[in-house]
């Protein structure tokens, strides 16, 4: 081997080592940015500025975006993944706040609060090409795994719905408790945070069985472990987040973080959760396997990082 091909070699491996680490985009309400935060090393690397009242993100790895819902201005921002600064600004209107990818990720879904809207953009073309009506306060949204159902969550009516992701037909509405919010989906279960009711509701969405579990106070956010043994979800008034063991169907243990968790994501690479602390401004890192809290990282103000927000290749 020449010494030319063993330095393009030593290259490659080198930034392939370095594009698997994994990377937080914390929305901070508070100060109008996203904080760009490298996990391992436990440091903000990009501080990008974006529209007002930033709330939601969903990140597309096949058009290397991320898409950020700025609930003050009625916009979504195109954050370009490899340059760290916002390319496109979409124009929208409302109040948008909960944004999925679809499982494609040819489209992305944004949900307006007040107008009870899903607004849908085109990834490629990143251009609006369709708006549907749905439930009160559409709030959480999540895809499935094999492309066929869009998970809506409708905080005023106390609902999800159920939406065909090819046809965006409704497929079915379900109820659930008091103030649906942040939602997750992992093989055949839907999570459901309710917050005014202290529960999460676990739907089996090839039953429809619906099981209820309590938690702590004011929950938002939820995610669980790659095997779906565990949910974990974030509760706001406790400045914890309940573990909920799926086999016993209860909570098992409460982990201390920052002030205010919101926004919840799971690494499953590297068996972490992060969790963005609204009071604190910081993001909070629990170790998935032994369920303990691990470090702080300090981000803007008023972090919520609502929906899902860490990249790893």
């Known amino acids: 081997m020449t010494y030319k091909n063993l330095f393009l070699l030593i290259l490659y491996l080198s930034l392939n080592a370095c594009s698997s680490l994994p990377i937080a985009y914390i929305t901070n309400q508070g100060s109008n940015t996203v904080s760009v935060v490298d996990i391992k090393n436990r440091k903000i690397t990009h501080e990008i500025p974006v529209g007002n009242g930033p709330v939601g993100v969903a990140i597309s790895l096949k058009q290397n975006y991320g898409f950020i819902t700025n609930a003050n201005d009625g916009s979504v921002d195109v954050l370009d993944l490899y340059q760290n600064k916002i390319v496109k600004k979409i124009i ?27 607004i849908i953009i085109e990834t490629k073309s990143l251009s609006v090409i369709k708006k549907i009506k749905v439930g009160k306060s559409p709030s959480g949204m999540i895809c499935d795994d094999q492309g066929k159902y869009l998970f809506i969550s409708n905080r005023d009516e ?8 090819s046809s965006l037909s409704l497929f079915k509405k379900i109820k659930v408790g008091k103030h649906p919010y942040g939602v997750f989906f992992r093989k055949n279960l839907l999570f459901v945070v309710n917050v005014l009711d202290d529960s999460i509701s676990i739907i089996d969405i090839n039953t429809f069985n619906i099981e209820t579990i309590k ?17 974990f979800v974030t509760n706001t008034q406790d400045d914890d987040i309940s573990v909920i063991d799926l086999i016993q ?38 170790d998935v396997i032994k369920q303990e809290y ?3 990282v300090k981000t803007g103000k008023q ?9 790893i290749e």
């Open 294 to 296: 691990l470090y702080d």
């Open 249 to 286: 169907k209860k909570e098992i243990k409460k982990i201390k973080v920052g002030g205010n968790p919101e926004g919840i994501d799971i690494d499953e690479r590297n068996h972490l959760l992060v969790i963005s602390n609204w009071r604190s401004d910081s993001i909070s890192i629990i």
């Open 158 to 165: 106390n609902t999800v719905e159920i939406y065909n992701q």
């Open 215 to 231: 938690v702590g106070d004011h929950p938002y956010g939820v995610v669980s472990d790659i095997k779906n043994e565990f949910i």
């Open 92 to 118: 929208i209107g409302g109040t948008p706040v909960g944004i999925t990818k679809s499982t494609d990720e040819r489209y992305i879904f944004v949900s307006d609060w007040f107008n009870n809207k899903i």
């Open 303 to 311: 972090s919520r990082s609502f929906g899902q927000f860490i990249k």
